[in-house]
């Protein structure tokens, strides 16, 4: 009789049950994310703002009406809209951050997402053998990364930096604010909007500022003015009551506080936020780190600065030893990773009396 192959009767040698709830698992959050960018993609939670029917939304935003409904039906089933009679509305949770009219709108961040998926991940092999993904800097700091950590910022973690300074003793008082490697400058608007005659400043490299730019035409901030520049080589200027650094190497630097501490008044507060660090990104972020750089570039050769310790005891001492003794120092959660936090550390210039 001829041999059977083994396989046909006897089970794999690991329990396939593992190994399918892992790819079910990836794959439905794949579906559930590729769910909400079409919804995004196609207007339907702006439109859902109020109650709409299906027919309404399939000709709002040019698609078939049989996939509309059943896209509909999708979101519903997901929590993202509600259906009340024959027509469909956004639940809160999709009118706070997935309307693009909301000021706490993250559609930047879910597009920023999904073209990391297409260009990096979904190419992985290719760019495996062929290098990395190549975006022009410009170009990736103004549409693809800046307008995704301001609606980052704005889902948390910006309102509780801005109301610890504006219960520091003597903010009624404070006229010049610096927001230092601003990026979006969303932190020295939101400052200068708490009072008419604050006149704040963000400094940030050339390719950056522009987008600063528009967030100030947006909000209207007359008071807000912007600084190109290099903060390690070039003159930040002086007499700011507030520096504000979040989220950029200026904040981790030792060699930056001198300059820090020059520039502020007597009794001016240095607030600065970082990601504690300590610790590697994980392997799918440290892989994520290397599928993409900028042209002409080898960002390979740079590290991250989420991997840099942010209060070691050197970084303290410098503290002092430029004038700058910590009033207070918190975590502030992070809300667009989970579980993430970053580290709010207040200094206070030395002076005889404060601002």
Not at 36 to 56: K, N, Q, W
Not at 59 to 75: N, Q, V
Not at 169 to 179: A, I, K, T, W
Not at 186 to 211: C, G, K, N, R, T
């Amino acid at each position: 009789m001829r041999e059977q192959a083994p396989f046909f009767t006897r089970s794999p040698p690991e329990d396939p049950g593992p190994f399918y709830e892992k790819i079910d698992r990836a794959v439905h959050g794949l579906r559930e994310f590729s769910l909400i960018y079409a919804a995004v993609e196609l207007g339907i939670f702006d439109h859902c703002i109020i109650p709409m029917t299906v027919e309404d939304l399939s000709s709002s935003s040019c698609s078939d009406l049989s996939m509309c409904r059943l896209l509909c039906e999708a979101l519903v089933a997901e929590g993202l809209l509600a259906r009340k009679n024959n027509q469909f509305i956004n639940t809160p949770m999709s009118s706070t951050y997935l309307a693009g009219d909301s000021p706490y709108s993250q559609v930047h961040y879910i597009g920023q997402l999904a073209r990391m998926g297409q260009d990096m991940w979904i190419s992985l092999a290719q760019i495996m053998r062929n290098g990395p993904v190549q975006y022009n800097r410009d170009d990736f700091f103004r549409e693809f990364s800046l307008p995704a950590m301001a609606e980052n910022a704005l889902s948390g973690r910006l309102q509780a930096v801005v109301q610890a300074i504006i219960h520091l003793p003597g903010f009624s008082r404070m006229r010049r604010v610096l927001d230092l490697g601003g990026g979006h400058g969303l932190y020295a608007i939101a400052i200068a909007m708490q009072q008419s005659d604050i006149e704040a400043w963000v400094f940030d490299l050339p390719h950056v500022i522009p987008l600063a730019g528009r967030y100030v035409e947006h909000y209207r901030c007359q008071n807000v003015h912007l600084v190109p520049g290099d903060f390690f080589c070039s003159p930040i200027g002086g007499g700011y009551d507030l520096i504000i650094s979040s989220s950029n190497p200026s904040g981790k630097s030792i060699k930056m506080l001198p300059k820090i501490s020059d520039a502020l008044n007597e009794g001016g507060y240095f607030v600065n936020v970082q990601s504690p660090g300590g610790l590697p990104l994980d392997p799918l972020q440290s892989l994520e780190w290397n599928l993409w750089t900028f042209s002409g570039v080898n960002k390979l050769q740079e590290g991250c600065t989420k991997e840099q310790v942010f209060m070691t005891p050197a970084y303290r001492k410098a503290l002092s030893e430029n004038g700058l003794f910590i009033i207070d120092e918190q975590d502030i959660r992070d809300d667009y990773r989970y579980d993430t936090w970053v580290t709010m550390v207040i200094a206070q210039k030395r002076t005889g009396k404060t601002l």
